[in-house]
């Protein structure tokens, strides 16, 4: 929106600057001259190019990386099932469950089971808690 009244608001200025005033875009008011018109067409494009500023244009995705991801107090497991869904698939379950639209990155800790480190399968729920337990290292979401 802000980009559309930017646009239209330089058209008036050109078109005001230019010559022809609202006559030129198809505008009559009778009785004016055509320097108030031109003054009247540069005012208005003049607003509008000040109202596209106050337009909020924030279009990034809000963003939140997620270290260490944990549920119920576990680290979040690298994979959904056991074998299964593992890396993205449990990622982007992971994205939805916080309340985001989207997964945008992650990245995997491998054998935490190794350092008696216990984790839970998002899926399934349940708990690895062998030496071949594998985790992430942190997950990126986003919320459009």
Do not use: H
Request: hydrophobic content about 40%.
């Amino acid at each position: 929106m802000s980009s559309t009244l930017l646009l239209l608001g330089i058209a008036c200025v050109i078109a005001a600057v230019v010559g022809g005033g609202l006559k030129a875009v198809g505008f009559e008011f009778p009785g004016l001259s055509s320097i108030p018109r031109q003054i009247l067409l540069a005012i208005v494009g003049i607003i509008l190019i000040f109202a596209s500023t106050l337009v909020d244009t924030d279009t990034d995705p809000e963003r939140k990386i997620f270290q260490y991801p944990t549920i119920d107090g576990y680290r979040l497991d690298w994979c959904y099932y056991a074998g299964e869904g593992c890396g993205e698939g449990a990622a982007e379950v992971f994205c939805a469950r916080q309340g985001y639209d989207a997964l945008l990155d992650f990245d995997d800790d491998p054998n935490v089971g190794a350092q008696g480190i216990q984790t839970k399968l998002i899926g399934s729920e349940e708990i690895c808690n062998t030496e071949i337990c594998d985790a992430f290292a942190s997950i990126t979401c986003i919320k459009y």
